[in-house]
Each structure stands twice: as structure tokens, then as C-alpha cells.
């Protein structure tokens, strides 16, 4: 994906790293409780998965990486605020990690999760 010569070789620098990265950023946001299909229609969103690049896809475009993410949020937070929050979060660990400018993150909300305490109420 992201390919830079160097005088000691090559460094390459895949998708499935970046979206690691982008997993963790995400983790560590606010209101997130996990990561989604991208389509829920193909199957039942997995929450807290272990799966690095669930709900994430990674594009290349004009040497800059356009990420695109999909997220269950928690009942009753603000979804702009959460979406804001990955947003720089992702842009922020991904331009430092490997050095590469992020053009967008795109977050999509793909449903929310409702606390047992919140359904009593």
C-alpha cells in the first residue's frame, strides 16, 4: 500500500497495519462500544471484535490514505461528538505512526447499543 525507497531498501507498509492502527485509535474514543459490518444485511454486528480490520477499510489515493470505518456507539451520547472524536483520533495515530497524510476518515454508524441500565428506565 504505502511504499517508500530508502538507501538500505524498501519499507512497505500494508493495509491490514494501517487498519490496525485505526482499530486502536478507535478504541480508545469515547461512546464506542465496537466495529460493524460493513453491510449489517451480510451479518450480525460483532461487537468488540478481534478482528483488526473489521469495520475498517483502507484506500490509497494520490499518495495520501483515505480510511473508512464503521461503528457501534453507546445509547445516549452525542453520535456527532463520538464521529468528530474518531475521526482525529484515526487521522492523528495513523499520520504519526507511519508518516503518511490521511486524506479522510469517514465514520459510518452502523447502530447503536443500548445498557441494561438505560432499558429499565
Known amino acids: 500500500m504505502s511504499e517508500t525507497e530508502t538507501d538500505n531498501g524498501l519499507i512497505d507498509i500494508s493495509k491490514t497495519a494501517v487498519?490496525?492502527?485505526?482499530?486502536?485509535?478507535?478504541n480508545q474514543c469515547y461512546g464506542v462500544v465496537g466495529m460493524a459490518d460493513k453491510?449489517?444485511?451480510s451479518g450480525i454486528a460483532n461487537l468488540l471484535s478481534r478482528d483488526s480490520k473489521k469495520g475498517?477499510?483502507?484506500?490509497m489515493l494520490d499518495d495520501k490514505i483515505n480510511i473508512d470505518v464503521y461503528v457501534i456507539v453507546e445509547?445516549?451520547?452525542?453520535?456527532?461528538?463520538?464521529?468528530?472524536?474518531?475521526?482525529?483520533?484515526?487521522?492523528?495515530?495513523?499520520?504519526?505512526?507511519i508518516g503518511v497524510p490521511v486524506r479522510e476518515v469517514n465514520v459510518f454508524v452502523q447502530g447503536l447499543r443500548i445498557n441494561k441500565e438505560q432499558k429499565g428506565n
Open 56 to 59: 475498517i477499510d483502507i484506500f
Open 75 to 97: 445509547y445516549g451520547v452525542r453520535i456527532k461528538t463520538v464521529a468528530e472524536s474518531i475521526q482525529n483520533t484515526v487521522k492523528f495515530h495513523v499520520e504519526k505512526s
Open 19 to 26: 487498519a490496525t492502527i485505526a482499530n486502536q485509535a478507535i
Open 39 to 41: 453491510n449489517l444485511a
